[in-house]
Every structure is written in structure tokens, then in C-alpha cells.
């Protein structure tokens, strides 16, 4: 431990003490998703599972609720749905990293845990900080347990990268495979492309550059949080891009999430089918996924949006933190298309259920989910007398919209085009709503901020299961 490190611990523990002195309300803080203690909160980094223990890391900001200097936060869990904070576990603290721990990945194996991740630096001067002033560089921490990383090394620094590429490379993505180690990244190129690179290793430390992941015509000029991973047969590239401007219903926030089918080599071509949003709703991004011991690839996203706030806010700064993580949701390719569905041990947290058709209104505990059966017709459901959720049969669009400002806090309205839908999952969390249509193959999610602990639901016309659990 250094001197520099020491410094954080101790301004880390007095922040920790002066946040308990003054705790503001907790009215919307979820019960089953990871959120921070205080401070900000954005991408996931490092979901692993190691002897039965499931382990997230994330971008933490701990001194500043609006964001700023990037640490590692770590929390764990035994069911996905609990998470216990664990503190940070990377500090800013070398010469290579002092600007900012950024995003990266872990891999658990050997009874350890090696994280990989981009060390920030900004250097001063008369920067544009796109093509000069910015060091991006690869590194590696290693843990027993996921708390103590004792020692950094440095595996990459700008001169390992291409040379047509400008000082944007950034989120390493490792796993293994046929006995190999690879390793993606995502950067923005002087055209100012996003783009994919794939390195290669024998021993997770010595990398060599195998080439990189494109599209023919533009798609984006940056690309972040690049994951590469097998599902069912097919291999996924999930990327989210920075500049796509916004085609009808799609691509309406300001950054994406997306992912393709690759149908060639991944080290170093690229050949695909289209790109699809992973989610159609306000507040998801930089998702990241992981292989459970069992065999499941799960994943987890931002529930959040970078630099929206000229379009909407989160209310909970006030309270002393922002942003939280979605729920963690199994992936499955089904009809050739990718599917994202809350994680098995949802099912054995609710302890009430009640099934009602026709008109349903209830009001209803602040974390609850609600199966609906349309049969195909048109549907309506209004969450908290201001969320409202349509579907018309002749339309052929879900529609996600805000009718209260203060309940969305400036977001307004998402919509897809639907072929049908038959059903709907939605999870409510005290401020967050994920609906997921006809099992997962679309999916919306977005934060909300209703006055009270409980919720009203409105529905029409459909067959509706409500599930929630009562406080023992």
C-alpha cells in the first residue's frame, strides 16, 4: 500500500462517516439492485463469480455525486439479488492510472480474481484531449479474494495500439478460449470510427495485437465497452457506440447499446448481421456480461445514460447518490434473436401473488413485478398515476411514456415496433422499471421517481399476475 493510497483510504472513511452523520432519505433507494453507498455510480466492471460468490465492481465516483475522479467499487453477493458493499478495491494511486481508474473486466480463475482496466491520465496544456493530451493505458491488478490487490502491472501503454488510432482506447474485455487468452478493446480511430481491437495472450500479461472489429460504413465514432462471448451457438459482439444519430423509433438517447451476430473469425474480421438495440428505454448502457459457474451468461448495464443533462436528471441526487445497475438478466438466443430475462432467483424472492383479468387497479408495494398475458390484443397499464405503458394490435408499437414530469424527472417518451406482443414481465423497484416483452426479445428500462412508497397500477384488458413480497 502506498502513501497515495493510504490518503484515499482515509478520505474514503471520513467521507463514510460524514455521509452517516447526515443521511438524507432513503425513499428511492431498490431493494434488489446495486446502487452506491454515495457519490456517483456508472459502468460495470468486473462480474465474475468465484466459488459460489458473485462479485461486481463498477465505476465509482465516492466524492462527488455529479461524478469526477474514477475509483473501482466492489460489492458482493450469494443470490444476485442481494448485494453487500465491500468498498473500493482500485485507487488512483500510480503513475499510470492517477487521472482515473476506468472501465475493464475480470476474469476468475486459479482461485483468483485478475481485473483488467484503463489507467487515465490527462496531461495539462493546450489539449483536445481526442488526438493528444490523453494516455490510455492496460492494466492488470490481481486479488485472492476481490478486496486487497496488492500490486498494478502495466501491460499496454499508446505505442502497443495502432498508430491510426487517437488517444481513445479504453475498456478491456478478457476471456479465455480454446486455451487462449483474448482480450477486446474499444477505441476511436483519427477518422473518428469507432472500432474494436483483439489482442492475444498465452499468459493474461504479454499481449500481441491480432487486429480489429469494423464496419464497412460508419457506425459511430467511438466504441465503448466492447464484449465479446459465445451464446447458444452463436458469437455475440456487444459494443456501445458514441454518434449514431437517432432513425425513427431507434437510437433516440444520446449513446447506445447494441449487439450483432458475428458470422466470421472475431480476431480481426468482421462480418455480421445488423446491430439491434439491446434496450429500447431511458436509462441503459455499457453493459457487461460474465460466465456463471453454472454455465448461465448473465449480464448487468448501467441504468444510466453519460451526458444527458440537458434532457433528464435523477432525483436522487439530492439524496447524496446517483445511478444504480440493472437487474442482472440471463441471455439466451431464441428464433435467432438475443433475449434478456431477469436471472432465476427472482422467482424465489416474492412471497404474494394474486392473478386478476380485466380491469385491474391496485395500489401496490414498492417493489413488485407484474406478469401480463395479452393474448395478442392491445393493452394499457399506468404505473404511479403518470407512467404510462401501450400497446395498440393496430398500431404495432409499445410505447413508453412519462405523463408526469416530476415521476420522470424529464424523460418522455420510447416506443419499438412490435410484430406483436403477447407478453409482458415488468420488474419495479422503487424508482426503476424494467419491462421485458415477449420473453426478453425487447426490453425497456428506465428510472422513475414517484412521491410515495407505493405504487398505483392501472391496467385494461389483459390477464395481469402480480407478484411482491411483504416485509417479514
Given at each position: 500500500?502506498?502513501?497515495?493510497?493510504?490518503?484515499?483510504?482515509?478520505?474514503?472513511?471520513?467521507?463514510?462517516?460524514?455521509?452517516?452523520?447526515?443521511?438524507?432519505?432513503?425513499?428511492?433507494?431498490?431493494?434488489?439492485?446495486?446502487?452506491?453507498?454515495?457519490?456517483?455510480?456508472?459502468?460495470?466492471?468486473?462480474?465474475?463469480?468465484?466459488?459460489?460468490?458473485?462479485?461486481?465492481?463498477?465505476?465509482?465516483?465516492?466524492?462527488?455525486?455529479?461524478?469526477?475522479?474514477?475509483?473501482?467499487?466492489?460489492?458482493?453477493?450469494?443470490?444476485?439479488?442481494?448485494?453487500?458493499?465491500?468498498?473500493?478495491?482500485?485507487?488512483?494511486?500510480?503513475?499510470?492510472?492517477?487521472?482515473?481508474?476506468?472501465?475493464?473486466?475480470?476474469?476468475?480463475?486459479?482461485?483468483?480474481?485478475?481485473?483488467?482496466?484503463?489507467?487515465?491520465?490527462?496531461?495539462?496544456?493546450?489539449?483536445?484531449?481526442?488526438?493528444?493530451?490523453?494516455?490510455?493505458?492496460?492494466?492488470?491488478?490481481?486479488?485472492?479474494?476481490?478486496?486487497?490487490?496488492?500490486?498494478?502491472?502495466?501491460?499496454?501503454?499508446?505505442?502497443?495500439?495502432?498508430?491510426?488510432?487517437?488517444?481513445?482506447?479504453?475498456?478491456?474485455?478478457?476471456?479465455?478460449?480454446?486455451?487462449?487468452?483474448?482480450?477486446?478493446?474499444?477505441?476511436?480511430?483519427?477518422?473518428?470510427?469507432?472500432?474494436?481491437?483483439?489482442?492475444?495472450?498465452?499468459?493474461?500479461r504479454h499481449w500481441s495485437y491480432q487486429g480489429r472489429l469494423e464496419t464497412e460504413e460508419?457506425?459511430?465514432?467511438?466504441?465503448?465497452?466492447?464484449?465479446?462471448?459465445?451464446?447458444?451457438?452463436?458469437?455475440?459482439?456487444?459494443?456501445?457506440?458514441?454518434?449514431?444519430?437517432?432513425?425513427?423509433?431507434?437510437?433516440?438517447?444520446?449513446?447506445?447499446?447494441?449487439?450483432?451476430?458475428?458470422?466470421?473469425?472475431?480476431?480481426?474480421?468482421?462480418?455480421?448481421?445488423?446491430?439491434?438495440?439491446?434496450?429500447?428505454?431511458?436509462?441503459?448502457?455499457?453493459?457487461?456480461?460474465?460466465?456463471?459457474?453454472?454455465?448461465?451468461?448473465?449480464?448487468?448495464?448501467?441504468?444510466?445514460?453519460?451526458?444527458?443533462?440537458?434532457?433528464?436528471?435523477?432525483?436522487?441526487?439530492?439524496?447524496?447518490?446517483?445511478?444504480?445497475?440493472?437487474?442482472?438478466?440471463?441471455?439466451?438466443?431464441?428464433?435467432?434473436?438475443?433475449?434478456?430475462?431477469?436471472?432465476?432467483?427472482?422467482?424465489?424472492?416474492?412471497?404474494?401473488?394474486?392473478?386478476?383479468?380485466?380491469?385491474?387497479?391496485?395500489?401496490?408495494?414498492?417493489?413488485?413485478?407484474?406478469?401480463?398475458?395479452?393474448?395478442?390484443?392491445?393493452?394499457?397499464?399506468?404505473?404511479?398515476?403518470?407512467?404510462?405503458?401501450?400497446?395498440?394490435?393496430?398500431?404495432?408499437?409499445?410505447?413508453?411514456?412519462?405523463?408526469?414530469?416530476?415521476?420522470?424527472?424529464?424523460?418522455?417518451?420510447?416506443?419499438?415496433?412490435?410484430?406483436?406482443?403477447?407478453?409482458?414481465?415488468?420488474?419495479?423497484?422503487?424508482?426503476?422499471?424494467?419491462?421485458?416483452?415477449?420473453?426478453?426479445?425487447?426490453?425497456?428500462?428506465?428510472?422513475?421517481?414517484?412521491?410515495?412508497?407505493?405504487?398505483?397500477?392501472?391496467?385494461?384488458?389483459?390477464?395481469?399476475?402480480?407478484?411482491?413480497?411483504?416485509?417479514?
Open positions: 500500500m502506498n502513501a497515495l493510497e493510504t490518503l484515499w483510504i482515509k478520505m474514503f472513511e471520513e467521507e463514510q462517516r460524514r455521509q452517516g452523520e447526515g443521511r438524507k432519505t432513503e425513499r428511492w433507494r431498490p431493494l434488489l439492485h446495486i446502487a452506491p453507498p454515495f457519490g456517483w455510480l456508472n459502468d460495470p466492471n468486473g462480474l465474475c463469480q468465484q466459488d459460489g460468490i458473485y462479485h461486481a465492481f463498477y465505476q465509482f465516483s465516492p466524492f462527488q455525486v455529479e461524478g469526477g475522479l474514477k475509483f473501482w467499487g466492489h460489492c458482493t453477493s450469494r443470490d444476485l439479488l442481494h448485494w453487500e458493499f465491500q468498498g473500493i478495491s482500485h485507487f488512483p494511486d500510480q503513475p499510470f492510472d492517477c487521472h482515473g481508474v476506468y472501465s475493464g473486466s475480470a476474469l476468475a480463475e486459479e482461485g483468483k480474481i485478475y481485473t483488467f482496466y484503463t489507467g487515465n491520465i490527462k496531461e495539462q496544456g493546450e489539449h483536445d484531449y481526442i488526438v493528444t493530451g490523453r494516455r490510455s493505458n492496460t492494466v492488470l491488478a490481481v486479488s485472492a479474494d476481490g478486496k486487497i490487490f496488492d500490486h498494478k502491472e502495466l501491460l499496454m501503454t499508446g505505442k502497443d495500439y495502432p498508430s491510426d488510432l487517437t488517444c481513445h482506447v479504453r475498456d478491456p474485455k478478457v476471456w479465455k478460449e480454446n486455451g487462449t487468452y483474448y482480450m477486446i478493446q474499444g477505441a476511436r480511430t483519427k477518422e473518428n470510427r469507432g472500432t474494436a481491437l483483439v489482442f492475444a495472450s498465452a499468459d493474461k460508419e457506425f459511430g465514432y467511438m466504441w465503448e465497452c466492447p464484449d465479446v462471448y459465445l451464446l447458444d451457438g452463436r458469437r455475440v459482439l456487444c459494443i456501445s457506440p458514441q454518434g449514431i444519430p437517432a432513425s425513427g423509433l431507434c437510437y433516440q438517447n444520446v449513446y447506445q447499446s447494441v449487439t450483432c451476430f458475428l458470422e466470421d473469425d472475431f480476431r480481426g474480421t468482421m462480418k455480421s448481421s445488423s446491430f439491434r438495440e439491446l434496450d429500447g428505454g431511458f436509462d441503459f448502457y455499457a453493459p457487461q456480461s460474465f460466465q456463471a459457474e453454472d454455465g448461465r451468461r448473465i449480464q448487468i448495464a448501467w441504468m444510466g445514460m453519460p451526458d444527458v443533462e440537458e434532457y433528464y436528471v435523477n432525483r436522487t441526487v439530492a439524496d447524496g447518490w446517483q445511478h444504480m445497475m440493472t437487474i442482472p438478466r440471463e441471455l439466451t438466443v431464441r428464433d435467432g434473436r438475443l433475449c434478456q430475462n431477469p436471472v432465476q432467483e427472482l422467482d424465489a424472492w416474492w412471497n404474494q401473488e394474486e392473478t386478476i383479468s380485466g380491469e385491474f387497479y391496485r395500489e401496490i408495494a414498492s417493489s413488485c413485478e407484474l406478469d401480463i398475458e395479452t393474448g395478442g390484443e392491445s393493452l394499457e397499464l399506468v404505473l404511479a398515476e403518470g407512467l404510462r405503458l401501450s400497446y395498440r394490435r393496430e398500431e404495432g408499437i409499445f410505447w413508453m411514456k412519462f405523463e408526469d414530469e416530476s415521476l420522470g424527472a424529464g424523460r418522455t417518451v420510447r416506443g419499438r415496433k412490435l410484430e406483436s406482443l403477447k407478453e409482458l414481465r415488468i420488474l419495479v423497484d422503487v424508482s426503476s422499471v424494467e419491462v421485458f416483452l415477449n420473453g426478453g426479445r425487447d426490453v425497456f428500462t428506465t428510472r422513475f421517481y414517484p412521491e410515495d412508497s407505493s405504487y398505483t397500477v392501472r391496467a385494461w384488458g389483459s390477464l395481469v399476475t402480480c407478484r411482491y413480497r411483504f416485509r417479514a
